[in-house]
């Protein structure tokens, strides 16, 4: 059952797949589509799952699910994982891969490989004030606080010395 994902509570289960290029517009109108029908016939064990999704800064895709409503269950998150792995096929692009690193440089959303990242730290061309993109996250109160932090807030610190 697909919602609107600001109305899912706050201690909704998310996934954030972060893509290592921007999609372009028409990309971005084609997977929103997809998810709507992804989404609108998600289930675990036959049960409609209630789901949300949002598509940040042209490279993520958030799915939350409110686990008040039905909790996803084993197959109900491989068709998800499955669902994401066509999308990759589809626009060859990477989505799964979490040895990656997204920051802000401005406004722009760069992307590296986490060593290349690890490169730039130690060359301090990153700061412990550089904003990453904490993929870690859990739900949406963690996704609306920790998701974009300073480096030194982050998992991210541990390159920076």
């Known amino acids: 059952m697909l919602v609107d994902f600001n109305t899912l509570p706050e201690t909704s289960k998310i996934w954030i797949y972060q893509a290592n290029r ?3 517009d028409q990309e971005l109108e084609e ?3 997809k ?4 989404i609108e016939n998600w289930t675990a064990h ?4 209630s789901a949300g999704y949002e598509i940040k800064y042209k490279r993520f895709i958030i799915l939350g699910l409110n686990q008040e409503v039905n909790n996803a269950t084993g197959c109900s998150v491989d ?3 499955h669902f994401i792995q066509q999308l990759e096929k589809d626009y060859n692009v990477d989505l799964l ?10 406004e722009f959303v760069a992307y590296k490989t986490l060593s290349e990242f ?3 730290a130690k060359d301090k061309a990153v700061s412990k004030n550089t904003i990453v993109f904490n993929n870690l996250v859990t739900n949406i109160a963690e996704y609306n606080e920790n998701w974009e932090v300073p480096a030194s807030e982050s998992w991210h ?3 920076l010395k």
């Not at 998810?35 to 992804?38: E, S």
Request: hydrophobic residues 40%; glycine residues 6%.
């Open 22 to 24: 921007s999609f372009n």
């Open 157 to 159: 610190n541990r390159f």
């Open 79 to 81: 068709a998800s994982v």
């Open 46 to 49: 036959g049960a409609d799952l």
């Open 118 to 120: 690890r490169k730039m």
């Open 31 to 33: 997977i929103k589509s």
């Open 35 to 38: 998810l709507d029908v992804f």
């Open 97 to 106: 891969d979490k040895m990656n690193v997204s920051y802000k440089q401005g």
